[in-house]
Protein backbone atom coordinates (compact mmCIF):
# COMPACT_ATOMS: atom_id res chain seq x y z
CA UNK A 1 0.00 0.00 0.00
CA UNK A 2 1.28 3.26 -1.14
CA UNK A 3 2.28 5.84 2.21
CA UNK A 4 1.48 9.34 2.60
CA UNK A 5 2.47 11.71 5.29
CA UNK A 6 -0.07 15.06 5.39
CA UNK A 7 1.20 17.51 8.17
CA UNK A 8 -0.82 19.57 10.14
CA UNK A 9 -0.16 23.21 11.69
CA UNK A 10 -2.10 25.01 13.64
CA UNK A 11 -4.15 27.11 11.19
CA UNK A 12 -3.55 24.61 8.34
CA UNK A 13 -7.04 24.66 5.87
CA UNK A 14 -9.91 22.52 6.68
CA UNK A 15 -11.40 21.90 3.50
CA UNK A 16 -7.86 21.52 2.17
CA UNK A 17 -6.81 18.68 4.45
CA UNK A 18 -9.57 16.98 4.54
CA UNK A 19 -10.28 16.33 0.86
CA UNK A 20 -6.81 15.19 0.59
CA UNK A 21 -7.05 12.71 3.76
CA UNK A 22 -10.24 11.51 2.39
CA UNK A 23 -10.05 10.95 -1.11
CA UNK A 24 -6.99 9.28 -0.79
CA UNK A 25 -8.27 6.73 2.14
CA UNK A 26 -10.62 5.96 -0.13
CA UNK A 27 -7.91 5.53 -2.58
CA UNK A 28 -6.49 2.97 -0.58
CA UNK A 29 -3.05 4.99 0.33
CA UNK A 30 -1.80 4.92 3.78
CA UNK A 31 -2.38 8.24 5.19
CA UNK A 32 -0.45 9.17 8.39
CA UNK A 33 -1.54 12.63 9.47
CA UNK A 34 1.23 14.18 11.52
CA UNK A 35 0.74 17.29 14.00
CA UNK A 36 3.66 19.56 13.53
CA UNK A 37 3.93 20.71 17.41
CA UNK A 38 1.53 18.91 19.13
CA UNK A 39 -1.41 15.60 19.09
CA UNK A 40 -4.38 18.23 19.00
CA UNK A 41 -4.32 21.17 15.71
CA UNK A 42 -6.49 23.53 15.21
CA UNK A 43 -7.87 24.36 11.64
CA UNK A 44 -7.90 28.18 10.18
CA UNK A 45 -11.82 27.69 11.14
CA UNK A 46 -11.46 26.49 14.33
CA UNK A 47 -11.73 23.21 14.18
CA UNK A 48 -9.93 20.69 16.69
CA UNK A 49 -8.26 17.26 14.91
CA UNK A 50 -6.75 14.67 16.96
CA UNK A 51 -3.37 12.92 15.73
CA UNK A 52 -1.66 9.96 17.04
CA UNK A 53 1.50 11.42 16.02
CA UNK A 54 3.78 14.23 15.57
CA UNK A 55 6.20 15.04 12.95
CA UNK A 56 8.99 14.42 15.35
CA UNK A 57 7.63 11.08 15.57
CA UNK A 58 7.82 10.44 11.85
CA UNK A 59 11.19 12.22 11.56
CA UNK A 60 13.77 9.61 9.83
CA UNK A 61 10.46 7.18 7.58
CA UNK A 62 10.46 7.85 3.87
CA UNK A 63 6.83 7.82 2.64
CA UNK A 64 5.93 7.42 -0.76
CA UNK A 65 4.29 11.38 -1.31
CA UNK A 66 4.88 14.43 1.55
CA UNK A 67 1.69 16.58 1.28
CA UNK A 68 1.42 20.39 3.10
CA UNK A 69 -1.90 21.76 2.95
CA UNK A 70 -2.31 25.41 2.84
CA UNK A 71 -4.21 27.97 5.87
CA UNK A 72 -3.41 30.92 7.17
CA UNK A 73 -1.11 30.94 10.12
CA UNK A 74 -0.66 26.99 9.15
CA UNK A 75 1.81 27.49 6.05
CA UNK A 76 3.58 30.52 8.64
CA UNK A 77 4.31 27.57 11.04
CA UNK A 78 5.21 24.93 8.37
CA UNK A 79 7.68 27.76 6.83
CA UNK A 80 9.41 28.48 10.10
CA UNK A 81 9.90 24.75 10.82
CA UNK A 82 13.75 23.25 10.44
CA UNK A 83 11.94 19.57 10.49
CA UNK A 84 9.47 20.41 7.46
CA UNK A 85 12.26 21.70 5.69
CA UNK A 86 14.75 18.15 6.45
CA UNK A 87 11.69 15.89 5.83
CA UNK A 88 11.03 17.49 2.54
CA UNK A 89 14.76 17.49 1.39
CA UNK A 90 15.02 14.20 2.55
CA UNK A 91 11.98 13.04 0.54
CA UNK A 92 13.41 15.56 -2.41
CA UNK A 93 16.90 13.48 -2.89
CA UNK A 94 15.10 10.21 -3.40
CA UNK A 95 12.52 11.82 -5.66
CA UNK A 96 9.37 10.98 -3.45
CA UNK A 97 6.64 12.91 -4.49
CA UNK A 98 6.30 16.25 -2.77
CA UNK A 99 2.88 17.91 -2.85
CA UNK A 100 0.98 21.44 -1.81
CA UNK A 101 -1.50 23.93 -1.94
CA UNK A 102 -3.18 27.46 -1.68
CA UNK A 103 -0.42 28.71 0.45
CA UNK A 104 1.89 25.81 1.25
CA UNK A 105 3.79 25.75 -2.30
CA UNK A 106 5.92 29.10 -1.12
CA UNK A 107 7.48 26.69 1.68
CA UNK A 108 8.07 24.47 -1.27
CA UNK A 109 10.11 27.39 -2.95
CA UNK A 110 12.02 28.70 0.04
CA UNK A 111 13.40 25.16 1.00
CA UNK A 112 14.44 25.78 -2.70
CA UNK A 113 13.40 22.41 -3.96
CA UNK A 114 10.81 23.95 -6.84
CA UNK A 115 13.66 25.92 -8.89
CA UNK A 116 12.76 26.20 -12.31
CA UNK A 117 10.17 23.62 -12.17
CA UNK A 118 6.46 24.42 -13.22
CA UNK A 119 4.06 25.27 -10.21
CA UNK A 120 1.11 27.54 -8.84
CA UNK A 121 0.06 28.93 -5.65
CA UNK A 122 -3.15 30.72 -4.47
CA UNK A 123 -2.91 33.74 -6.45
CA UNK A 124 -1.74 36.04 -3.54
CA UNK A 125 1.23 33.99 -2.83
CA UNK A 126 2.75 34.47 -6.70
CA UNK A 127 5.22 36.71 -5.77
CA UNK A 128 6.63 34.85 -3.32
CA UNK A 129 7.41 32.01 -5.64
CA UNK A 130 10.49 33.13 -6.50
CA UNK A 131 12.62 30.56 -7.81
CA UNK A 132 9.58 28.68 -10.05
CA UNK A 133 8.08 28.51 -13.33
CA UNK A 134 4.54 29.88 -12.06
CA UNK A 135 1.55 28.70 -13.92
CA UNK A 136 -2.29 29.98 -13.03
CA UNK A 137 -3.47 25.93 -14.19
CA UNK A 138 -5.18 24.78 -11.01
CA UNK A 139 -3.39 21.73 -10.50
CA UNK A 140 0.75 21.58 -11.61
CA UNK A 141 2.26 18.13 -12.24
CA UNK A 142 6.59 18.67 -12.88
CA UNK A 143 8.68 16.01 -12.40
CA UNK A 144 8.13 14.79 -8.54
CA UNK A 145 5.93 17.95 -7.43
CA UNK A 146 2.14 18.55 -7.39
CA UNK A 147 0.87 22.49 -6.76
CA UNK A 148 -2.58 23.33 -6.55
CA UNK A 149 -4.61 26.69 -5.91
CA UNK A 150 -6.58 26.64 -3.23
CA UNK A 151 -10.05 25.28 -1.60
CA UNK A 152 -11.55 25.12 -4.69
CA UNK A 153 -9.31 23.01 -6.37
CA UNK A 154 -8.12 20.16 -3.18
CA UNK A 155 -10.25 17.42 -5.06
CA UNK A 156 -8.36 17.91 -8.27
CA UNK A 157 -5.45 18.12 -6.17
CA UNK A 158 -5.86 14.96 -4.42
CA UNK A 159 -6.92 13.37 -7.50
CA UNK A 160 -3.96 14.16 -8.82
CA UNK A 161 -1.88 13.25 -6.24
CA UNK A 162 -4.00 9.56 -6.17
CA UNK A 163 -3.31 9.05 -10.09
CA UNK A 164 0.57 9.56 -9.42
CA UNK A 165 0.54 6.81 -6.04
CA UNK A 166 -2.42 4.42 -7.36
CA UNK A 167 -3.83 4.63 -11.17
CA UNK A 168 -6.21 6.54 -13.20
CA UNK A 169 -8.81 3.98 -12.97
CA UNK A 170 -8.88 4.23 -9.33
CA UNK A 171 -9.34 7.70 -9.71
CA UNK A 172 -12.18 7.56 -11.92
CA UNK A 173 -13.99 5.16 -9.78
CA UNK A 174 -13.69 7.33 -7.12
CA UNK A 175 -14.98 10.71 -8.90
CA UNK A 176 -17.81 8.34 -9.76
CA UNK A 177 -18.54 7.36 -6.70
CA UNK A 178 -17.86 11.01 -4.68
CA UNK A 179 -20.16 12.23 -7.81
CA UNK A 180 -17.35 14.16 -9.03
CA UNK A 181 -18.58 12.77 -12.72
CA UNK A 182 -22.25 14.12 -11.88
CA UNK B 1 -24.96 36.71 13.39
CA UNK B 2 -26.76 33.44 11.92
CA UNK B 3 -26.37 30.46 13.97
CA UNK B 4 -26.10 26.95 12.90
CA UNK B 5 -26.09 23.44 14.62
CA UNK B 6 -24.03 20.82 12.68
CA UNK B 7 -25.06 17.31 14.70
CA UNK B 8 -21.65 14.72 13.97
CA UNK B 9 -21.93 11.19 14.73
CA UNK B 10 -19.34 8.35 14.46
CA UNK B 11 -18.90 7.79 10.81
CA UNK B 12 -19.93 11.68 9.44
CA UNK B 13 -18.32 11.79 5.97
CA UNK B 14 -15.15 14.19 6.26
CA UNK B 15 -15.58 16.28 3.01
CA UNK B 16 -18.75 16.99 3.57
CA UNK B 17 -18.71 18.10 7.32
CA UNK B 18 -15.56 20.04 6.55
CA UNK B 19 -16.85 22.12 3.68
CA UNK B 20 -20.01 23.17 5.18
CA UNK B 21 -18.43 24.02 8.89
CA UNK B 22 -15.48 26.48 7.10
CA UNK B 23 -17.68 27.77 4.51
CA UNK B 24 -20.32 28.96 7.31
CA UNK B 25 -17.70 30.26 9.43
CA UNK B 26 -15.77 32.03 6.57
CA UNK B 27 -19.52 33.43 6.17
CA UNK B 28 -19.91 34.78 9.59
CA UNK B 29 -22.27 32.23 10.63
CA UNK B 30 -21.83 31.04 14.27
CA UNK B 31 -21.42 27.27 13.80
CA UNK B 32 -21.90 24.93 16.84
CA UNK B 33 -20.88 21.98 16.26
CA UNK B 34 -22.38 19.20 18.78
CA UNK B 35 -20.98 15.26 18.71
CA UNK B 36 -23.84 12.96 18.79
CA UNK B 37 -22.87 11.15 21.10
CA UNK B 38 -19.25 12.24 22.78
CA UNK B 39 -17.70 15.22 22.50
CA UNK B 40 -14.81 13.05 20.35
CA UNK B 41 -16.20 11.69 16.91
CA UNK B 42 -14.62 9.63 14.23
CA UNK B 43 -15.11 10.40 10.91
CA UNK B 44 -15.94 7.89 7.88
CA UNK B 45 -12.74 8.17 7.01
CA UNK B 46 -10.65 7.94 10.26
CA UNK B 47 -10.26 11.47 11.28
CA UNK B 48 -10.94 12.54 15.10
CA UNK B 49 -12.74 15.41 15.68
CA UNK B 50 -13.01 17.15 19.03
CA UNK B 51 -15.87 19.29 19.84
CA UNK B 52 -16.79 20.81 23.12
CA UNK B 53 -20.66 20.02 23.16
CA UNK B 54 -22.58 17.45 22.57
CA UNK B 55 -26.29 17.18 20.90
CA UNK B 56 -27.59 16.51 24.69
CA UNK B 57 -26.04 20.03 26.04
CA UNK B 58 -28.42 21.80 22.70
CA UNK B 59 -31.65 19.67 22.91
CA UNK B 60 -33.45 22.88 23.49
CA UNK B 61 -31.84 25.64 21.77
CA UNK B 62 -33.20 26.62 18.46
CA UNK B 63 -30.39 27.64 15.53
CA UNK B 64 -31.54 29.40 12.67
CA UNK B 65 -30.19 26.03 10.64
CA UNK B 66 -29.49 22.55 11.50
CA UNK B 67 -27.60 20.69 9.26
CA UNK B 68 -27.12 16.67 8.91
CA UNK B 69 -23.46 15.97 6.96
CA UNK B 70 -23.57 12.00 5.62
CA UNK B 71 -21.84 9.73 5.69
CA UNK B 72 -21.45 6.00 6.64
CA UNK B 73 -22.16 4.84 9.77
CA UNK B 74 -22.64 8.22 10.58
CA UNK B 75 -26.03 8.64 9.19
CA UNK B 76 -27.32 4.95 10.20
CA UNK B 77 -26.65 6.71 14.20
CA UNK B 78 -28.39 9.72 13.35
CA UNK B 79 -31.53 8.08 12.04
CA UNK B 80 -31.57 6.34 14.93
CA UNK B 81 -31.22 8.75 17.83
CA UNK B 82 -34.24 9.82 19.37
CA UNK B 83 -33.00 13.29 20.03
CA UNK B 84 -31.98 14.09 16.01
CA UNK B 85 -35.96 13.57 16.06
CA UNK B 86 -36.52 16.23 18.53
CA UNK B 87 -34.01 18.60 17.35
CA UNK B 88 -35.41 18.55 13.99
CA UNK B 89 -39.02 18.18 14.67
CA UNK B 90 -38.59 21.32 16.97
CA UNK B 91 -36.75 23.36 14.15
CA UNK B 92 -39.43 22.57 11.51
CA UNK B 93 -42.69 23.38 13.52
CA UNK B 94 -40.35 26.84 13.97
CA UNK B 95 -40.10 26.97 10.36
CA UNK B 96 -36.33 27.02 10.87
CA UNK B 97 -33.59 25.68 7.88
CA UNK B 98 -33.19 22.39 7.97
CA UNK B 99 -30.05 21.07 5.76
CA UNK B 100 -28.81 17.20 4.94
CA UNK B 101 -26.78 16.05 2.10
CA UNK B 102 -25.76 12.89 0.77
CA UNK B 103 -27.03 9.50 2.98
CA UNK B 104 -28.78 11.73 5.29
CA UNK B 105 -31.96 13.38 3.74
CA UNK B 106 -33.04 9.98 4.03
CA UNK B 107 -33.12 10.75 8.24
CA UNK B 108 -35.42 13.71 7.30
CA UNK B 109 -37.47 11.52 5.02
CA UNK B 110 -38.18 9.03 7.91
CA UNK B 111 -39.01 11.98 10.19
CA UNK B 112 -41.64 13.15 8.03
CA UNK B 113 -40.43 16.53 7.58
CA UNK B 114 -39.84 16.36 3.74
CA UNK B 115 -43.32 14.97 2.41
CA UNK B 116 -44.49 16.05 -0.12
CA UNK B 117 -41.27 18.15 -0.89
CA UNK B 118 -39.20 18.58 -3.59
CA UNK B 119 -35.73 16.78 -2.50
CA UNK B 120 -32.61 14.79 -3.24
CA UNK B 121 -29.80 12.55 -2.09
CA UNK B 122 -26.84 10.56 -2.51
CA UNK B 123 -28.08 8.57 -5.77
CA UNK B 124 -28.26 4.86 -3.92
CA UNK B 125 -30.85 6.10 -1.52
CA UNK B 126 -32.59 7.45 -4.01
CA UNK B 127 -35.54 4.32 -2.57
CA UNK B 128 -35.37 5.07 0.81
CA UNK B 129 -36.71 8.54 -0.22
CA UNK B 130 -40.21 7.03 -0.35
CA UNK B 131 -42.30 10.70 0.84
CA UNK B 132 -40.81 13.54 -1.42
CA UNK B 133 -40.64 14.65 -4.80
CA UNK B 134 -37.59 13.16 -5.82
CA UNK B 135 -35.07 15.61 -7.88
CA UNK B 136 -31.36 14.81 -9.22
CA UNK B 137 -30.25 18.31 -9.55
CA UNK B 138 -27.03 19.23 -7.09
CA UNK B 139 -28.69 20.90 -4.42
CA UNK B 140 -32.29 21.36 -3.81
CA UNK B 141 -33.73 24.27 -1.58
CA UNK B 142 -37.65 23.59 -1.14
CA UNK B 143 -39.30 25.64 1.66
CA UNK B 144 -36.98 25.59 4.31
CA UNK B 145 -35.42 22.17 3.37
CA UNK B 146 -32.31 22.30 1.62
CA UNK B 147 -31.06 18.80 -0.15
CA UNK B 148 -28.01 17.53 -1.37
CA UNK B 149 -26.25 14.84 -3.18
CA UNK B 150 -22.83 14.34 -2.09
CA UNK B 151 -18.97 14.98 -1.52
CA UNK B 152 -18.93 16.70 -5.02
CA UNK B 153 -22.19 18.64 -4.24
CA UNK B 154 -20.78 19.89 -0.54
CA UNK B 155 -19.73 23.08 -1.46
CA UNK B 156 -22.62 24.30 -3.80
CA UNK B 157 -24.62 22.81 -0.42
CA UNK B 158 -22.94 25.06 2.01
CA UNK B 159 -23.23 27.74 -0.15
CA UNK B 160 -26.91 27.63 -0.64
CA UNK B 161 -27.57 27.19 3.47
CA UNK B 162 -25.08 30.21 3.32
CA UNK B 163 -26.94 32.54 0.85
CA UNK B 164 -30.41 31.66 3.19
CA UNK B 165 -28.48 33.06 6.17
CA UNK B 166 -26.33 35.56 4.85
CA UNK B 167 -26.06 37.01 1.60
CA UNK B 168 -25.52 36.34 -2.00
CA UNK B 169 -23.09 39.20 -2.32
CA UNK B 170 -21.77 37.26 0.71
CA UNK B 171 -21.27 33.83 -1.53
CA UNK B 172 -19.71 35.63 -4.02
CA UNK B 173 -17.03 37.11 -2.06
CA UNK B 174 -16.32 33.62 -0.87
CA UNK B 175 -16.85 31.77 -3.92
CA UNK B 176 -14.00 34.58 -5.19
CA UNK B 177 -11.58 34.25 -2.22
CA UNK B 178 -11.70 30.36 -2.19
CA UNK B 179 -11.41 30.03 -5.73
CA UNK B 180 -15.04 28.69 -6.95
CA UNK B 181 -14.91 31.01 -9.86
CA UNK B 182 -11.53 30.27 -11.15
Do not use: W
Not at 50 to 56: F, I
Not at 83 to 110: F, M, S, W, Y
Amino acid sequence: MPTALVILANGFEDIEAMTIIDILRRGDIDVTVAGLESLSITSAHNTIISVTETLADNHDEIFDTVILPGGEPGTTHLENSREVETVIKNHHVQGKLIAAICAAPRVLDKIGVIAGKRATSYPAFKEAMTSCNYSEEAVVVDDNLITSRGPATAHQFAFAILENLNSITKVNELKEAMLYNA
